[in-house]
């Protein structure tokens, strides 16, 4: 009877010990100080948290702004929610957890003060629905695209796209009639312009977000510090 007892509290605080670690992973998460990883990851207490639902743009991601310029717009996002988190003191954060990703981090739905986090970056443009997973931010995406919040106000490429190696069309079109000459920039960091009789000339793009140019004439090409192809 005595070695019945003993092993029916050893059961009986098993079951306790791992109760407690589903309760930790997969139900109420305590409150906890908070590191921003990106637009859509962030770190409490050592664990990392994917936002639920949500889809911000990678941190080497790029955009294009109301009047089509280039910026930062995973960087961008970033600092979006730094600043969010960081209004508050103490910067505390409430999570409660659904699961785990592919990569093993917690999903999670969090808080801030009353501030629900990822409905927050949403609304606000700096993340989208992710609707493989969920469809629960669809109104707040409608609404950040309706009144042309965050990268709403311009053009973007979905981060889910953006990480299958889809981007934005930068190619550059010439700037006059009979600026036909290509000044493109090669891997080595090499300026090096084209003639439209050269070899390359015409598998050769021109990218903004590159720093390459039209040039008019040879003269021009040479005066901004681009040699002439050898072919």
């Not at 994917?50 to 009047?67: F, H, M, T, V, W």
């Not at 669809?138 to 695209?145: T, Y």
């Not at 021109?206 to 040699?227: D, H, L, V």
Request: hydrophobic share 35%; with cysteine; net charge positive.
């Amino acid at each position: 009877m005595k070695y019945f007892k003993q092993n029916f509290k050893a059961m009986l605080y098993n079951l306790l010990v791992l109760f407690s670690l589903y309760e930790g992973v997969f139900g109420h998460q305590a409150f906890a100080k908070v590191r921003v990883i990106d637009g859509d990851t962030i770190k409490l207490e050592g664990k990392l948290v994917r936002l639920s639902g949500i889809d911000a743009p990678e941190k080497s991601q790029i955009c294009l702004n109301e009047i089509k310029k280039t910026y930062p717009c995973g960087r961008v996002a970033t600092d979006q929610l730094v600043r969010l988190l960081f209004k508050f003191k103490p910067n505390i954060v409430k999570c409660d957890y659904t699961g785990l990703d592919r990569y093993g981090r917690l999903i999670g739905n969090c808080s801030i003060g009353e501030i629900f986090i990822n409905s927050w970056m949403v609304k606000n443009g700096w993340a989208m629905a992710y609707v493989r997973y969920s469809d629960r931010f669809i109104g707040e995406e409608l609404q950040a695209k309706l009144e042309k919040r965050g990268m709403w106000t311009g053009r973007f490429i979905e981060p889910w796209k953006w990480r299958k190696g889809v981007r934005l069309n930068l190619e550059d079109k010439p700037l006059a009639e009979g600026c036909l000459i290509k000044g493109n920039i090669s891997s080595r960091g090499e300026k090096i312009y084209h003639l439209p009789s050269g070899q390359h000339y015409h598998e050769t793009k021109i990218s903004k977000f590159k720093g390459e140019k039209w040039f008019c004439s040879e003269y021009e090409a040479k005066t901004a510090g681009w040699r002439k192809s050898k072919k």
